[in-house]
């Protein structure tokens, strides 16, 4: 469990950061990596990501991961 729990938080920064530089320079580094936003890659990572952050919500709540 311990590695699902760090792969969630890997792809949940990773989104992070992608936000952020859409937030700044307005450059979305996945789709431009993967053709586009629209491309069936560039979906499935969001998709991914997303699922990632959803998974993340539940280590809120988990006594052991939480400092």
Known sequence: ????????LVLVIIGALNWLLVGLFQYDAVAALFGG???IIARTVYIIVGIAGLYSISLLFDRETVV
Request: charged letters at 20%; zero cysteines.
């Open 1 to 8: 469990m311990r590695a699902l729990n760090r792969t969630a």
């Open 37 to 39: 936003a629209g491309s």
